[in-house]
């Protein structure tokens, strides 16, 4: 069974602090995709990472994939109150010639004015 | 920016009844899929379709289940007896590419509700 475990469940910060959210897993994945998801809307793609190492930024945003594409952290600098919201990470599993995306439990996020 | 659209985005139905949810996918994308969220859970994939057919598919999408693409722009979700537990969000998400490499990034619709009585 693949399985993606999201650490920490929770987090609640002040605004201005910085975060690291964790992606772990045993299997490889083909690339990884993060995604942030507000109550009742549909997963909203942030950033797809593919090469082991790679480091891609989005703003404050940084994310990273590890280097045997088992795991991946996002990182926040300076927090905003807009940043509130369940952020998570997919997996895409190659298989049988075809992808699907496995999802994380996600880390809902709570930054406080 | 194209995106992707679901119908409706709140169903209710009696148990046992069929339901068809529908999905428009990004327009130039040839992969669809399906994944649902039960309340407060993982979003889980159930199924896959290329090429007018299931490319793939979860242990929870039974013979209950079925996917067409009635046309060229409709991608649709039938549940022929609905159960309590089929009660959840369902997700359409479309992509362009497939493989073992590349970015195969898949872009979500905004969920229809299923709420099952």
């Known amino acids: 069974t693949q399985l993606l475990e999201q650490s920490p469940q929770f987090l609640s910060i002040q605004e201005g602090e910085n975060l690291t959210v964790y992606c772990n897993s045993s299997s490889v994945f083909s690339s990884l995709q993060w995604y942030r998801q507000e109550p009742g809307e549909g997963p909203v793609l942030l950033v797809t990472v593919v090469t082991g190492g790679e480091v891609k930024k989005l703003k404050r945003l940084t994310f990273q994939f590890g280097d045997a594409r088992k795991d991946s952290s996002l990182h926040i600098t300076a927090a905003q109150p807009g940043d509130t919201g369940l952020y998570l990470c997919?997996?895409?599993?190659?298989?049988?010639?075809?992808?699907?995306?496995?999802f994380g439990a996600g880390t809902r996020l709570a930054v406080h004015p | 920016e194209p995106e992707v659209t679901q119908t409706p985005s709140h169903q209710v139905t009696q148990m046992g009844q069929e339901v068809i949810l529908r999905c428009v996918p990004i327009s130039n994308h040839l992969y669809f899929y399906w994944y649902r969220q039960i309340l407060g859970q993982k979003v889980e994939f159930l199924v896959s379709?290329?090429?007018?057919?299931?490319?793939?598919k979860s242990e929870i999408f039974d013979d209950q289940f079925s996917v067409e693409r009635p046309d060229g722009s409709n991608f649709t979700l039938k549940i022929r007896s609905t159960k309590l537990e089929d009660s959840a969000m369902y997700f359409c998400a479309s992509g362009q590419g497939q493989g073992i490499f590349g970015y195969n990034e898949q872009f979500f619709g905004p969920g229809t509700r299923l709420t099952v009585l």
């Open positions: 379709f290329y090429n007018n057919e299931i490319s793939e």
């Open positions: 997919a997996g895409l599993m190659f298989s049988g010639g075809y992808n699907k995306l496995i």
